[in-house]
């Protein structure tokens, strides 16, 4: 689908260099790539672009995503690295860990809080304990949200999507979450005023420049996380870019670190057993019965929770 522009592009704050918000589209991964290919030069490192709502966004394995049904906050981000390309498949982990840190930093000091937002490998961002009874694959873990990272067809960069709930009950799998449920938002801020379906209803600032009778102080928190998940971002690809050693710091946050897990792998085969720690290049190392195995892609169902 075309997109559809909401608004002029904004002087964005730092580090975002360039940010434009669109009222609606299908995806911001598809639409930044293109624009990014188009005119490298008008698009630098740490171009951002969001959308109010989004209707066929990009998962891992071609599945798709669409925020019309709940309060949501979809956004790419455009990133030019020059570290080495072989470390860029820490990209979409730095980018988990960068959203878990802007999360945790709203939780202040409300106990436990910041430890119940993690990782989970590859590219989830969940809620330890937002479950009261546990799914299969996920216990009580609850998908807030989760990152997808594609490289431009012309190599010269890669793009990452973002997507969150932030609030709504109209939920998509039993083992979604939001960041209201996680108390990470303001519960109300999730009150849709079109829950009969009309109209668009997506999160975003510009619902007060077009009257259509969103929540103005939704949109400025989504746009506060934003801001706040592009600057950790950010300063997490400058250290990767500096040969610092990310490994540790992902590994912190990682709740599938020390878990029994089962690996369900692309060629439709299966693994299990205890996710050990991350590799260099930020694949997973798996120990098995058989020995140690190194996933870089494929689907991590836990099986039990790392002891704490």
Not at 120 to 143: F, I, S, T, Y
Not at 145 to 163: C, F, H, K, R, Y
Not at 196 to 219: K, V, W
């Amino acid at each position: 689908m075309a997109p559809e522009r909401a608004e002029p592009d904004p002087d964005p704050p730092a580090p975002i260099t360039r940010l434009r918000v669109l009222e609606r589209t299908g995806s911001t991964n598809t639409d930044l790539a293109r624009l990014a290919i188009a005119d490298p030069p008008a698009w630098p490192h740490l171009s951002v672009l969001t959308a109010r709502e989004q209707t066929a966004g990009k998962g891992r394995a071609g599945r798709t995503w669409d925020s019309s049904g709940l309060r949501a906050l979809t956004f790419s981000v455009l990133v030019r690295p020059r570290a080495d390309r072989a470390q860029w498949g820490w990209i979409p982990l730095l980018a988990g860990l960068a959203t878990v840190r802007a999360l945790r930093s709203r939780a202040g000091k409300q106990p436990g809080a910041t430890e119940r937002v993690a990782v989970k490998w590859p590219n989830d961002v969940v809620d330890v304990l937002g479950g009261r009874n546990a799914e299969p694959g996920w216990g009580r873990m609850r998908k807030l949200g989760g990152v997808l990272t594609e490289v431009l067809a012309d190599d010269g960069g890669a793009v990452v999507g973002i997507g969150l709930n932030l609030a709504g009950t109209h939920l998509p799998v039993p083992w979604a979450g939001t960041l209201a449920g996680a108390g990470l938002m303001p519960a109300e801020l999730g009150q849709r005023p079109d829950e009969s379906g009309d109209g668009p209803g997506g999160p975003g600032r510009a619902s007060r420049e077009h009257g259509d009778g969103r929540d103005a102080g939704a949109d400025e928190t989504a746009d506060d996380v934003v801001h706040a998940i592009v600057g950790e971002f950010a300063a997490l690809l400058t250290a990767l870019e500096q040969g610092q050693d990310v490994r540790a710091l992902v590994e912190q946050v990682c709740v599938s670190i020390g878990a029994d897990v089962r690996v369900e792998l692309p060629d439709g085969s299966q693994l299990e057993g205890t996710a050990a720690r991350l590799a260099s290049d930020g694949a997973l190392i798996v120990h098995t019965a058989h020995g140690e195995h190194t996933i870089r892609a494929g689907d991590v169902r836990h099986l039990r929770a790392p002891a704490q």
